[in-house]
């Protein structure tokens, strides 16, 4: 079982299901639409005694019920399964004290869902962040901050050029992903590379060559950037990673720190 407790939301399945289903209503999809999709990915294919299949139809309910677009036929369901005990059931294989908890959870999901919903609330599609850059763009960001003081980088430039765009999944944010320099020059490309990718190793044993930042809105993009033009010819064909799966993403209040402490551990 992917869950860490007994609660509606804590389980890897029941997060995932939310994840998507809030997506693609943030997107701009009909809820019903919405639903639907999700129903056909997860309980049309799904063998009937599935045990997540009660954890799907819970979460739908709760998350409609919440925005006051729950349809009877969904919340019936929801009701038939929190009553055929079935959930509690697999909760009781693990210890009878986790089954009552459990079953406490799903009695308030169950007076929640026979109680008046609220109000319908309109359908606000959310704009998500695609980055405006183009591949192979370079940026110099100056350090000045008190790390990069201390540690003699005070006015150099970390000189970082744009190798990928990413989504981390269907109707999110688009990502940069970049590849890092620290140089003294305004050039590209540097006469130096301080900061070697290739040795920061990721879990599954390859590499990282760059980070993906992360940003909500281009306001999150520090104005101290400097764009210097656009090298597309400098970008590797193949370094021996994939540059869309690197790892590592960096909000932008923390890309000074990030990269600088990165590139003195390089240099110890």
């Known amino acids: 079982m992917g869950a860490w407790g007994t609660g509606l939301y804590s389980d890897d399945f029941a997060l995932d299901v939310k994840s998507e289903f809030l997506d693609a209503i943030n997107s701009g999809k009909p809820y019903r639409e919405a ?9 049309d294919n799904a063998y009937n005694d599935d045990p997540d299949i009660p954890v799907f139809w819970f979460v739908c309910a709760d998350i409609l019920w919440k925005k006051g677009r729950l349809d009877e036929d969904i919340k019936q369901t929801a009701l038939a399964y929190i009553e055929s005990n079935s959930d509690v059931e697999r909760w ?6 986790l089954g009552k908890k459990r079953k406490t959870v799903l009695e308030k999901l169950k007076a929640k869902l026979l109680s008046p919903q609220p109000e319908a609330k309109p359908i606000r599609i959310k704009k998500f962040y695609e980055c405006p850059w183009n591949i192979g763009d370079v940026f110099a960001y ?42 003294e020059e305004l050039t590209f490309p540097p006469k130096t590379t301080c900061v070697k990718w290739s040795s920061i190793p990721r879990n599954d044993g390859n590499y990282n060559y760059g980070y993906f930042m992360i940003a909500s809105s281009i ?9 210097i033009g656009n090298f597309a010819e400098y970008i590797p064909v193949d370094d021996g990673g994939n540059i869309e799966e690197a790892s590592d993403g960096v909000i932008w209040k923390c890309f000074e720190e990030k990269i600088v402490k ?3 551990r390089d240099i110890e």
């Open 219 to 227: 306001r999150s993009v520090p104005k101290s950037i400097r764009f």
């Open 142 to 183: 100056p350090l000045i901050s008190n790390l990069a003081k201390e540690n003699g980088l005070h006015g150099k430039f970390i000189i970082f050029q744009v190798a990928a765009k990413r989504k981390m999944k269907k109707n999110v944010d688009e990502y940069p992903v970049v590849r890092c320099w620290i140089a």
């Open 35 to 43: 639903f639907e999709e999700l129903k056909k990915t997860y309980v």
């Open 92 to 97: 009781n294989l693990e210890s009878s004290a």
């Open 262 to 264: 990165d590139y003195l």
